[in-house]
């Protein structure tokens, strides 16, 4: 893209260290699109716009001057509004907390800040992040950028964060993902997004759902782009138990190996008859492009469906979800959105028997899925099981996240990639579940299928140029 508002990460990093891109000249444009654009799409909770362009204006004086402060010295990225940064406000998607002043800032914004980024503002979110479709009733539902006219479910929880990048107000974005929350609206806004294994990423300063799953993760437009900022956030952190003995492990000196000799697997028959017939066949099409670069496509007989294992992990959500936010959605004189309290309920009258037998259960099914799938270097499934829907049309008793959940549930990481487009113009989406820790196959896996398709360059017309 001529335009830098879709510029890549690696091609604005690139651009700066050469000289040839301007800090403040990009930043300028990526908010030229945020005025321009954001009034209808919702994406921005609060654009820092004085800030970041000073910020900017430092990274272009030093650059010049031969101080790059770090590898993403002037690239600007976009903050999910449950990241802490000191000072500012934090609302975690909850009118309630319209004025709550985040008291610390998050390591991941800390690690971030460290590499050169420049946040540039905070994105919307479904209430306490706890939801698939996207849906806001209070604070307001970002707008799906691939549909002009009608306004379609963004993915959820991490919605504005997919918004910005996909219609360009950002190059990238940071999400969190408990059930599905970077993986969903990656897949619906056409990008690529990383569910990091639990302990990867510090969780410091992130507003917890449910600390059991909660894992941050990037929202970019290609694979190299996500193992960058997720090289930037990831390593251990004593602030974070989860990351005690989870060491730095860099994914990109392995990444451009192929995927010739890898052993994938694809979804049964079971999970083939809840899909839409044009996910399915960008799917299958994606099967066959992975097989032609020399991967071993097989079957594999797995314990259960992934619709069941689901309601566990939902189970565990609400029951941590209740914990953390239990006396917000108990107080009936605040204005909590009436799609979300149940979903917290869920954990109200949880006794702590039942909790922990479902944790006791979470384990026996990690144990069976891991040996299903011994010798299997990634499961292959669509990231959703239809294109995003018109937001009339969303059942709220029901959840987007079918094949989604079970990652967090089995303790996996998983990297959504675009791999289609409906008739309509609508994405689609690849999700490539591998074992724990393993993000560097995952984005091999990724980077190989992107280098024979040309999905990460599509953007969305109404909001190009």
């Known amino acids: 893209m001529t335009d830098t508002a879709f510029s890549t990460v690696t091609d604005l990093r690139d651009g700066f260290a050469s000289g040839t891109l301007s800090p403040i000249a990009v930043m300028d444009r990526y908010l030229e699109q945020v005025v321009a654009h954001d009034e209808k799409l919702h994406a921005f909770v609060t654009v820092y716009a ?26 600007p990225i976009a903050m999910k509004d449950i990241v802490d940064m000191e000072g500012r406000v934090t609302t975690g998607g909850s009118l309630p907390w319209s004025d709550r002043i985040s ?14 980024m420049i946040v540039i503002g905070k994105t919307h979110t479904v209430e306490f992040a706890m939801g698939g479709w996207g849906t806001n009733q209070h604070m307001g539902t970002p707008w799906n950028p691939w549909d002009a006219d009608v306004h379609r479910t963004p993915g959820g929880s991490s919605a504005g964060s997919g918004v910005s990048v996909a219609a360009g107000m950002a190059p990238c974005a940071i999400g969190t993902d408990t059930g599905g929350s970077v ?13 990091t294994t639990i302990g990867r990423i510090s969780t410091h300063g992130v507003l917890p759902l449910a600390s059991t799953l909660d894992t941050p993760g990037p929202m970019c437009r290609t694979v190299e782009d996500a193992a960058l900022i997720y090289n930037a956030m990831q390593g251990p952190d004593p602030k974070d138990y989860h990351t005690k003995g989870v060491d730095f492990e860099d994914p990109l000196p392995q990444m451009r190996r192929g995927v010739a000799g890898l052993r994938l697997a694809r979804m049964g028959d079971r999970e083939r008859e809840i899909v839409d017939a044009e996910v399915l066949a960008a799917y299958d099409a994606s ?8 991967a071993e496509i097989v079957d594999v007989s797995l314990p259960g469906r992934f619709t069941g294992l689901g309601a566990i992990t939902g189970k565990i959500i609400g029951a941590e979800g209740y914990l953390f936010v239990g006396d917000r959605v108990d107080d009936l004189s605040l204005q909590i959105d009436e799609d979300v309290r149940p979903r ?23 144990g069976a899925y891991d040996e299903a799938l011994a010798g299997i270097d990634a499961y292959l499934t669509p990231t959703t099981a239809t294109p995003a829907i018109p937001l009339t049309e969303v059942d709220q008793d029901e959840t987007p996240a079918t094949f989604t959940r079970v990652v ?17 113009g609508l994405p689609t989406s690849l999700q490539i579940m591998c074992g724990a820790y393993d993000e560097a196959t995952a984005l091999r896996i990724g980077w190989a299928f992107e280098q024979v398709s040309d999905w990460v360059n599509r953007v969305p017309a109404a909001y190009a140029g």
């Open 50 to 75: 004085d800030d970041a362009r000073m910020a900017a204006e430092a990274a272009e004086k030093a650059q010049k001057a031969g101080h790059r402060i770090g590898p993403l010295h002037g690239v």
């Open 103 to 116: 008291p610390i800032t998050a390591t991941l914004v800390e690690r971030l800040v460290a590499a050169g």
């Open 183 to 195: 993986r969903l609206p990656a897949a619906w806004c056409g990008l690529v997004g990383l569910k």
């Open 287 to 294: 099967l066959e492009t992975l097989a032609g670069q020399g």
């Open 344 to 366: 917290i309920w869920i954990g109200k009258e949880m006794s702590a028997r039942e909790y922990l037998e479902i944790l006791q259960q979470r384990e026996a099914i990690k």
């Open 408 to 424: 967090n549930l089995l303790d996996r990481c998983a990297l959504s990639i675009p791999n289609g487009m409906t008739a309509g």
